[in-house]
């Protein structure tokens, strides 16, 4: 499925983070061997860092969804008989105590908190879906920015959600293949080339920061 774009909007754009969290991203991390096992390339995290930089250079917005858990995980606690699944409970984070709030696998990647700006924003809920439950969409609202990019875990889950859900709500919708994983392996490949398609316009970091480049040099 094709789609024909105009450039992606430097001026009404957001960049939200899924799962930009210590646990997952950092060599001590409970889930760093996972995490490195799944993604499609060996500077994976180096695109991302390389896109926050853009990003905080040319004054987009950044949101980091963090999904996170009070200790002793009472959020993961139903089971309804075992009918209650979700990534959380099959990758047991109960279990291995991960992404505990307070604590330090829990937050946002130690490299991406150095050089912050004052443009960015945290939200911490217990849902890979940044609309369940949390401010996520009141911040959208407030900063006025309509069209997300998303990059980062989990592109099944995290990445796929936030995007059905944005549609829905009539956000525009970018996510950066380059940018995320493919923890379902050609699963995965197939999602971002023919059902994320469906919501939004799927592209590389490097598409875009051209895109956003072009403009920048307008506006000199």
Known sequence: MSAEYPVVPLNDSILVLTHLQNEFWHPDGQGYDFTRNVLP?????????????DCRSKSVPIIFHNE????????????????VRGSGRVLQLP???????????????DELTKGAGSMEYTIDNAKVDPFTGS???????????????LA?????????????????????????SDCTDRMLGEYSELTLSIL???YGRVMTSDML??????QSQKNI
């Open 41 to 53: 390339f060996p500077d994976t995290k180096n695109r991302i860092l390389n896109l926050v930089e």
């Open 135 to 149: 401010e996520f969409e009141i911040l959208l609202r407030n900063l006025g920015r309509h069209v997300l990019i």
């Open 152 to 176: 980062g875990l989990a592109t099944n889950f995290g990445i796929e959600m936030t995007a059905r859900s944005a549609n829905e709500r009539d956000y525009g919708v970018v996510v950066l």
């Open 209 to 214: 920061k051209v895109e956003f480049d072009g």
């Open 68 to 83: 996170t858990f009070r200790p002793g995980h009472p959020e993961l606690s139903l089971q309804r008989g075992g009918y």
């Open 196 to 198: 994320l398609p469906y």
């Open 95 to 109: 279990e291995k105590n991960m992404a505990v709030r307070g604590q330090w696998g829990a937050e946002t990647l």
